[in-house]
């Protein structure tokens, strides 16, 4: 008889796993109890890589600027001499506009008249971009030489007292597109602001260049030179619109500044210092990233509360901790109490009163006197990577200096530590899309009672400069994996999000956001991350997938309880069609008619680019015949969000 029975077990067992070999089934129970989603679950995470800021999401069209690239050399700038024309342009520190700018270009002219121009060109991030029917705002500051002579009463140096001509012209010279006039220079440092405004006929391009041209001869030194297109929503020193539209798709609910590395810096002098990124830009000295360019530090904290502001975003404001990437780490206790001081002045400038407060009023003094709400405070940036494993005393110095002052505020650690519990651990996780999916239930059996969980960076790395299709399968698949443990994993946030994708542009493959200076597109991984985004509940339903062991079906749910909608993702990694049965209990009222939106492709290396932007993007159509039980067919290498109505 056990025999019998045994045998018939297994039958039984046997003929179900046939079964959902054939037709999985996913069981959805919207009667048993459910976890929350977190409100911030999904949003953003930056950093200065790839050109992300600088020839990126910072508008700012001028590149060196502020003659601090490259030592000595006035690189990405030219000098133009018309026939009979004579001049020379160097880099010198003698004539600083401040002590934050020390350098600034000398133009010295020999010989130039009306129709023999000399010219300083500049020729952009790759390229200028213009529009036409557009203005552009350029400022720079102008000084110019006084008549100088030596004691045999030889004139050593022209005076300079000119209007300079300010245009944009094609990059072979041949085209004026748009040009305005300066009032005439004097021996003080001046501030020029004009406006360049393009026709009708003007053809988009990035093939471009901007010019300062004079046509007298003498002296002059140049100084933070900028131009600037519009911006979105109009912000001064702002960000480039279609890059914000395209962020603002994915509704982000927070963002993660000043991003990973970009904190730390290589050197403990080469840190994110947020008091020296503030202010006026004169005032900004800028420094060298960890990706060996420059950065303005035209993004500074402000810029980044503004972006949060402007795309409706929580912060989640990472602060140096002591540790930078070529293995300088301070130790804990005196030495690095001036850095715990820098995070606590740093979280008093965006929150304290400007009434109150000092750091409060030079907040206000910099143009927001409205204090900033804040939550999350990251304390430095994947210290495991610290040799000296000082990061546990280094943690605590922090944590107990801002929990005294801020218990409010939730403390994030980027390594394991043992002597004070974070609120929240942030994971970062860099796969293949396989490896990705043969992990998506990494958090199922999570501790709940510990701290909760930010992935902070994360991502398929597969496709360059951005990723491909089989990437965003790996991406959603593992997406998948956190939406089911939303109540635990607080933040999440895909790494990189930009690249420049023009030759050198690009340190990290695998990217969210492509550009060039001109034009940007979204990688199917950014298309993945949209349909997520836009279709997730505030609830999760008990769920289970039952299906053979070699079905390979990555799956999630969650429910809108306001509007009872049930949003149900799927993948379908594999190169056959998949039929799914949805099975959902404890509804009394299924609508029959839902919407399915997908992201497919033919070959899972197919990808998108500047000039394919959209040969992989999710498509919309509508499903008939939904109901308690129903089959639902996934098309090979493909990801679909199916939303349904279910009260």
Known sequence: MKTSLFLSSIVSLAVSAAAWAENPVLEIDLSAPTKPVSPTFHGLMTEEINFSYDGGLYAELIRNRAFLDKEGTPEHWSLIEAPGAKAEMKVIDTHPLTDKLPNSLELTIASASPGQRVALANEGYWGIPVRPNTAYQATFYVRGAVTEMNKAGKVMQERFSSPLHVSLESADGGKVLAQAETAPVNAHWQKFEVTLKTGADVTPSAANKFVISAENPGTLWLSLVSLFPPTYKDRANGTRID??????????????????????????????????????????????????????????????????????????????????????????????????????????YLTADAKTSYWGSLRAKDGHPAPFTLKYIEIGNEDQFDHTYSYDA??????????????????????????????????????????????????????????????????????????????AIGDAAWMTGMERNADLIVLHSYAPLFVNVNPGGMQWKSNLIGY???????????????????????????????????VRLPYSATVDSKTHTLFVKLVNPGAAEQTVRIDTKGASNIAAQGEAIKLSGGNPEDTNSITEPNKIAPVTCQVQGISASFPFTLKPYSVVVLRMHAE
């Open 516 to 550: 060039d200076a001109l034009n940007s597109y979204g990688s199917p991984s950014y298309y993945a991350q949209v349909m997520f985004n836009n279709n997730i509940g505030d609830s999760i339903p008990k769920m289970e997938l039952k299906a053979a062991p070699e």
């Open 394 to 471: 280094r943690f605590t110095q922090f944590y107990d200096a801002i929990k005294a002052k801020h218990p409010e505020l939730q403390l994030i650690a980027t390594a394991p530590i043992k002597s004070r519990q974070p609120d929240v651990i942030d994971d970062h996780f860099y796969r293949s899309a396989e490896g990705f999916i043969k992990d998506i239930h990494h958090y199922d059996n999570h501790d709940r009672k510990g701290p909760k969980i930010f992935v902070g960076e994360w991502a398929s790395r597969e496709g360059s400069p951005t990723t491909n299709l089989n990437a």
């Open 243 to 348: 890059i914000m539209e395209k962020l603002a798709a994915m509704k982000p609910k927070f963002l993660r500044f000043p991003g990973g590395n970009y904190v730390e810096g290589d050197t403990l002098w080469e840190r994110f210092d947020w008091k020296a990124m503030h202010g006026p830009l004169p005032f900004r000295p800028g420094h060298r990233s960890c990706w060996n360019y420059r950065s303005t530090d035209g993004m500074g904290l402000l810029e980044f509360m503004g972006w949060c502001e402007d795309l409706n975003m929580k912060p989640v404001l990472a602060v140096y901790a002591g540790y930078s990437l070529r293995h300088q780490a301070v130790e804990a206790g005196p030495l690095l109490e001036p850095y715990v001081q820098d995070a606590l002045d740093e979280i008093e």
